[in-house]
């Protein structure tokens, strides 16, 4: 099981340095059997048939991580941590079409689509390296220019028609690079480098009020930028072992899932107060949001399966089985499909809502 872990653990440390050595698997499952379905509880009986749809799989590069959807073509885009490919999904037919292969460990992704540009923060390929931040034309997935971090990329984000990149100092770097780089999405130049808490890992945007919520993973604070000036507004206390973020456009929440624990802290950002938790599996990180069901999707690393919440009652209405050491979720709204990276055996889980 410790192995498992430390495979899973992979996707956060190649943010650090390079890899070189292959990391050895042993995935310990939980399994039920179906056949024993007629003497369950009635209650995992209603929970079975709940399930619209049993999750496909898709093959794609060693680790994967993160994935977004390419809203001009319906692409879904798969970054491989580590494999330092991309895997491009045709999202219609469910099958990879295209492989980019890159000179960088690629660990977050980001998609704008006003100017069709994918955004890939990457982590050097060799420790005390400089990380990368790749701007890839959607149209024609060639990389159009490569960006040098002083630090290690840990996320991006498109808002605003900006790019925000999280990034922290590696082990032993004694320097202060805990920022947020602000790159103009049509000049394509860096306007800004925000400083913030310790280890910023990831943000979330708050349209309404112009304000950008970037977590920082060990000092479990929220910094709020004002997207206006690109300057910190205050910060207030997130709890601990925050593993992703996102925010809900629709009742204004942030949603902050607990990589350590087992639970999703509900947050007003405006007041800067936790409204409540949701328990969920062991190990959430990802989330991804479906505005048109109000649902909130929750990857559980540690105990492969996706939870889905109902933002309205901000309860569990479904748990849905998925590969092992499942990390990234992205909802694709031409089919109102889920699509979940599995780390631990190089898969995508697809599913209905």
């Not at 899973?8 to 059997?33: C, F, G, H, Q």
């Not at 205050?234 to 593993?243: L, N």
């Not at 309860?315 to 709204?333: Q, W, Y």
């Amino acid at each position: 099981m410790a192995n498992y872990h430390q495979r899973i653990a992979r996707v956060e440390t190649v943010r650090w340095k390079r890899l070189v050595a292959a990391v050895s698997i042993v995935t310990v499952l939980l399994v039920v059997p179906w056949g024993a379905v007629g003497g369950a509880s009635a209650a995992f009986a209603a929970a079975l048939t709940s399930r619209t749809h049993l999750p496909m799989t898709i093959t794609v590069g060693y680790i994967p991580a993160e994935s977004i959807v390419d809203s001009a073509n319906h692409d879904i885009y798969v970054v491989n941590a580590g494999s330092d490919t991309i895997s491009v999904i045709d999202g219609a037919a469910h099958r990879v079409v295209h492989t980019l292969r890159l000179h960088e460990a690629p660990n977050s992704i980001a998609y704008d689509p006003v100017h069709q540009i994918i955004y890939v923060a990457g982590s050097p390929t060799l420790e005390g390296g400089a990380g990368h931040f790749l701007l890839i034309n959607g149209r024609t997935n060639h990389v159009e220019r490569s960006l040098s971090i002083d630090g290690y990329p840990t996320s991006a984000n498109y808002a605003a028609d900006h790019v925000y990149v999280t990034y922290a100092p590696g082990p032993g770097d004694g320097t202060s690079h805990d920022h947020v780089m602000v790159v103009d999405a049509t000049s394509q130049q860096v306007v800004a480098r925000t400083l913030v808490g310790s280890y910023p890992c990831v943000s979330a945007y708050d349209q309404r009020n112009t304000k950008l919520y970037v977590a920082n993973c060990y000092s479990n604070t929220i910094s709020v930028i004002r997207t206006t000036d690109q300057r910190v507004a205050s910060t207030f206390s997130a709890g601990s072992g925050v593993g992703w973020m996102i925010f809900d456009d629709r009742d204004g929440d942030l949603y902050l899932a607990n990589y350590g624990g087992t639970t999703v802290t509900v947050v007003d950002p405006v007041a800067e107060q936790t409204l409540g938790q949701v328990a969920v599996g062991f190990g959430p990180r990802g989330e991804a949001f479906d505005p048109l069901n109000d649902r909130l999707y929750v990857a559980n690393a540690g105990s492969d399966t996706v939870s889905v919440i109902d933002a309205f009652t901000q309860s569990v209405v479904r748990t849905v089985n998925v590969g092992p050491g499942p990390l990234g979720v992205t909802f694709d709204p031409f089919d109102q499909e889920i699509y979940v990276t599995n780390a631990a055996t190089d898969t995508i889980s697809v599913f209905g809502t």
